[in-house]
């Protein structure tokens, strides 16, 4: 007979509800900083519901008003130097954090928000979510999209789930940060990261795999969930088989708590007793705050109104508001008046309403005497593609240009590992993660060879996790402290992370109006002939090139690899550095010493001179043009190796001269016709050069469909020497030659 044996978790899980005697013994300054705070927050958005019913905000207006206590209980557990980010419906908490951090030593009810930052703080967040120029990000995040990196508020979020592995990164941080600097190797008194989600986030895969990742680390992070109950109209029991969502933690090993988030003080005992946990280095936390939102989704509405709650339901939970119940208990404790109150939200709302009334004024072309928002406070124009890249200004070595003295030949995969330890060891802030990067002797490849010994504590094995992992290299990245070098094992893996590459890597620096640098460097390999089939193969070039944000390498020698992996490293952007397994074995010179040389963003190579035509090339893909073109010598190619993919850092100058010389365009790559890189990039020579042009751009591509297993049919579907030959011909018989 089987035997059955009942599972117990390695940690807890718990629900926390007060008493009197809590509220008894409750300091009084952190009951005023409350009732303060969720005034001023309740106002507040009680005001931007009124702009939205005026037709003010452009866009959503994702209300907070019910859930006041679940942020401000959580936020005023926190120092001012600890990280949160949230939703998009993450108004209080962005507030609160502001606050917090205004006013570390807490608010009182006498002064309320009579204070100049404080009108500033409100004035620049309300901007913000009105679209305006003096916005924390110049109106170019609005309601969803509030970042103040200064106060700890690592930016709210418009995709579900999307802001989880970023907050790991910041935990990261935190941690490396505090083992570092902690001399008896103690990690106690470490700051901590708060990243608030929801019900519906609960369920997305990027906050499961950071859930693992987090536990598996260590990192003092607390997983946060407002369950409001409602996903936009779905109920959490319909879509989920445990809806007390706390009892997840423990699964991943992570100590958990659930707790009315409609009373602030079970919030802040909770949110004290994560932290505690978190800064004494026990690992990551969890806590389920069920709480309710009373009006709909989005807009000045209740969720009745749409069918999917009831009046009855409603009212239920508005007779447990938060504000009242602080209210009342501070009441019975003797230390709030009626008329105390009365008075602090008849000044928290006039001075919100003055702040308003600075933004608006009276609309001329209104026969109702409706608003218009100050036609001088909206953004310039002119500046909407500013801050989508940082300036580059390198600091290290000038090029080395290869000689015949002092030149090494070295192997392209061995030169990966070559600088990445070099960087590594000058610049304690380069790290680098990936699936296996530290074990099988340097990863798949090679290319992290003998890394993980020289820097253990730099080098991070992940999970299979790349929504988490890419995320949290981006988190790491916006700290300003670190740059962390991914690696990809396949291109083609990069779309299952692609809400972290290009939503929140490839957008932050614009979104949030230039606060956030993004210095994260993916590497990941082409594996175009190797026979991995259709998901291990791609070429990601034509995708990246057409997704705001990202540079993109593409080195064909090892000298360039160098080269272009320390001008990578050294910008504040993220940069994609392909490579391709055609040219791991390949051998090439490389300056003996010298590990350090640059080469310059934008600047393309001439590998070969001609004036016939400009052969456009990169990877794998330049040495085979250079072989067709030693078989056709009659049309006088002049390749060009590209180096840099993205629109900011091609090099133009370099491609129309030549051009202006050939009059003849071939653009040759190995990948697939459908995600071609050469689609955009004939675009956009025909549109700046058709006048030199005597024929239309011919383009070398694959096939339609992705490459297969079969080493026949990934053969045909993959560009070769004898397609860029057939290329050459075709140019020949467009200039009348045989």
């Known amino acids: 007979m089987s035997t059955t044996t009942p599972l117990t978790y390695s940690t807890e899980c718990t629900e926390l509800r007060t008493t009197r005697e809590d509220w ?6 952190l009951l ?41 209980g959580s936020i005023l557990a926190l120092r001012g130097a600890d990280g949160v980010n949230g939703t998009h419906r993450g108004h209080h908490q962005f507030l609160a954090k502001g606050l917090a951090y205004l006013f570390p030593n807490g608010m009182s009810i006498i002064d309320g928000i009579k204070n100049d930052q404080v009108t500033e703080f409100i004035r620049r967040t309300m901007s913000e979510i009105l679209g305006l120029k003096a916005g924390f990000s110049g109106g170019r995040g609005g309601s969803m999209h509030l970042q103040w990196l200064e106060a700890g ?33 103690q990690v106690s008194g470490m700051g901590v990261t708060v990243t608030y989600f929801g019900d519906g986030a609960s369920n997305i895969g990027s906050t499961l795999e950071t859930l693992n990742l987090a536990a598996a680390w260590r990192l003092p992070l ?63 936390t969890l806590i389920e705050a069920e709480t309710y939102r009373y009006f709909h989704q989005n807009g000045p509405f209740p969720g009745s109104a749409f069918g999917y709650r009831t009046k009855e339901e409603e009212k239920q939970w508005r007779d447990r508001d938060p504000l009242a119940k602080l209210a009342a208990e501070m009441t019975r404790r003797g230390l709030l008046t009626d008329e105390q109150l ?35 406070l909206w953004p310039d124009p002119a500046a909407v593609d500013t801050d989508i890249r940082s300036e580059p200004a390198l600091t290290g070595a000038a090029p080395s240009e290869l000689t015949e003295d002092g030149t090494m030949e070295r192997r392209f995969v061995d ?100 606060q956030s640098s993004m210095p994260v460097v993916l590497r990941s390999k082409v594996a175009m002939g190797a026979g991995y089939g259709s998901q291990h193969s791609m070429d990601p070039a034509g995708i990246f090139a057409n997704n705001p944000g990202w540079r993109i390498v593409a080195p064909s020698t090892p000298h360039d690899y160098i080269g272009l992996m320390n001008t990578a490293l050294e910008l504040q952007d993220p940069v994609l550095v392909l490579e391709h397994v055609d040219l791991y074995g390949t051998k090439g010179g490389i300056p003996e010493g010298n590990l350090d040389y640059q080469l310059p963003v934008g600047k393309a190579a001439v590998r070969r001179a001609g004036e016939g035509v400009t052969v456009l090339s990169y990877l794998n893909m330049v040495d085979v043009s250079l072989q067709a073109a030693e078989q056709r010598p009659d049309l006088d190619p002049e390749v060009i190796d590209l180096r840099w993919l993205d629109r900011a850092s091609l090099d133009w100058d370099t491609i129309g001269a030549s051009i202006q010389k050939t009059n003849n365009v071939l653009i040759v790559e190995q990948g697939a016709r459908g995600t071609s890189y050469g689609g955009w990039l004939s675009d956009e020579i025909q549109r700046r050069f058709f006048d030199y042009l005597d024929q239309p751009i011919q383009r070398v591509t694959g096939k339609e469909a992705a490459p297969s297993i079969s080493k026949v049919l990934e053969a045909a579907a993959n560009a070769d020497l004898n397609d860029v030959l057939a290329g050459f011909d075709e140019v020949a018989r467009n200039l009348g030659l045989s």
């Open 24 to 29: 008894d013994a409750a300091a009084p300054e």
């Open 153 to 185: 508020a690592l930016g709210t979020n418009a995709i579900v789930g999307g802001g989880v592995p970023l907050a790991a990164g910041n935990a990261w941080a935190q941690r490396h940060d505090a083992e570092v600097h902690d001399d008896g190797g």
């Open 32 to 72: 005023e900083s409350m009732l303060v705070q969720m005034h001023t927050i309740r106002i507040f958005e009680e005001v931007v519901l009124q702009l939205a019913a005026e037709g003010l905000v452009h866009g959503p207006a994702h209300s907070s008003i019910g859930q006041e206590g679940a942020a401000v």
């Open 342 to 376: 009365s008075d602090l939200t008849s000044h928290i709302t006039e001075q919100i309403t003055r702040i308003v009334d600075d933004i608006t004024e009276k609309d001329p072309d209104s026969a109702k005497g409706a608003r218009r928002i100050r036609p001088i």
């Open 222 to 284: 607390c997983f946060y969930i407002e369950n409001n109950l409602y996903a936009v109209s779905t109920h959490v029991a319909d879509v989920t088989g445990e809806p007390r969502l706390a009892a997840r933690g423990p699964g991943f090993g992570i100590r958990s708590w659930r707790v009315d988030g409609m009373d602030p003080l079970a919030v802040y005992l909770a949110q004290t007793a994560a932290v505690d946990h978190m800064r004494a280095g026990k690992g990551a």
């Open 415 to 514: 030169a990966i590992a070559d600088v990445l330890g070099r960087r590594m060891d000058v610049d304690p802030g380069v790290l680098v993660l990936g699936e296996d990067v530290h074990r099988l002797k340097g990863g798949t490849n090679g290319a992290t060879r003998g890394l993980k010994d020289a820097y253990p504590d730099r080098v991070l094995g992940t999970p299979i996790s790349e929504n988490a992992f890419a995320g949290l290299a981006g988190g790491l990245s916006m700290t300003g402290r670190y740059k962390p070098v991914v690696e990809f094992m396949y291109s083609d893996f990069l779309w299952v992370a692609a809400d972290q590459i290009f939503n929140q890597i490839g957008k932050a620096r614009h979104m949030f109006g230039g």
